[in-house]
Nanobody, 122 residues
Framework: QVQLVESGGGLVQAGGSLRLSCAAS????????MGWFRQAPGKERKFVAA????????YYADSVKGRFTISRDYAKNTVYLQMNSLKPEDTAVYYC???????????????WGQGTQVTVSS
């Protein structure tokens, strides 16, 4: 079991930046690939970014590539999502997830946080 708690969401103007954090507790943090997903109102939850168990591999959705960066800190059992050049279409609830597979599908992640709201104003 692993518990995930996100933080760092908020309201920001277009072009601004936010850094989301996801603190993990429970079983060994390094045993899991970590991912970020987001869900806009009335839409499905979609993949944003993922980082492998070793931290050596990352993958991004095309919509955020070049603007968002995922990273992990093993000493703090925390995964981050640095979001730059934010756009109104980035507005969503952002969820952190942990899984044994480094992938992009929701079904590949067995553990989820409660989500944190990100709102980008135009």
């Amino acid at each position: 079991q692993v518990q995930l708690v996100e933080s760092g969401g908020g309201l920001v103007q277009a072009g601004g930046s936010l850094r989301l954090s996801c603190a993990a507790s429970g079983r060994a943090f390094g045993s899991y690939a970590m991912g970020w997903f987001r869900q806009a109102p009335g839409k499905e939850r979609k993949f944003v970014a993922a980082i492998s168990r070793s931290g050596g591999d990352t993958y991004y959705a095309d919509s955020v590539k070049g603007r968002f960066t995922i990273s992990r800190d093993y000493a703090k059992n925390t995964v981050y999502l640095q979001m730059n050049s934010l756009k109104p279409e980035d507005t969503a609830v952002y969820y952190c997830a942990a899984g044994v597979v480094f992938g992009t599908m929701r079904s590949e992640y067995g553990y989820w946080g409660q989500g944190t709201q990100v709102t980008v104003s135009s």
